[in-house]
Nanobody
Framework: QVQLAESGGDSVQAGGSLKLSCVAS????????MAWFRQAPGKEREGVAA???????YYSDSAKGRFDMSRDNAQTTYYLELNSLKPEDAGMYYC??????????????????WGQGTQVTVSS
């Protein structure tokens, strides 16, 4: 089973930027999707962005135009660049693998492995 480890979370002011990383213990299966979710206290985990095998990307409405998902050439490290951060972007950010071909990529139950999360705090 692939292991995932997130990092890069921090406390920033509104309008600031962060770049999160998700390191996979190996290259994920060719049909699998890698996604970023976030979870605020008392709220459900919600999909933020996802990337498929061929580099196709998907974003939530709140992430479009502000967040950018990318990966390295080895396809073992995935990044999520967060720009123009708002207080409502705060939460624990998790990367997850699953959702074959990124179908229904924003549904939590489509993912089979998760990292431990990295905390993002945004102050107004």
């Amino acid at each position: 089973q692939v292991q995932l480890a997130e990092s890069g979370g921090d406390s920033v002011q509104a309008g600031g930027s962060l770049k999160l990383s998700c390191v996979a213990s190996r290259k994920i299966e060719s049909k699998a999707c890698m996604a970023w979710f976030r979870q605020a206290p008392g709220k459900e985990r919600e999909g933020v962005a996802a990337m498929g095998a061929v580099g196709d990307t998907y974003y939530s409405d709140s992430a479009k135009g502000r967040f950018d998902m990318s990966r390295d050439n080895a396809q073992t490290t995935y990044y999520l660049e967060l720009n123009s951060l708002k207080p409502e972007d705060a939460g624990m950010y998790y990367c997850g693998v699953g959702a074959p071909f990124c179908a229904e990529w924003d549904r939590v139950n489509r993912y089979v492995r998760w990292g431990q999360g990295t905390q993002v705090t945004v102050s107004s």
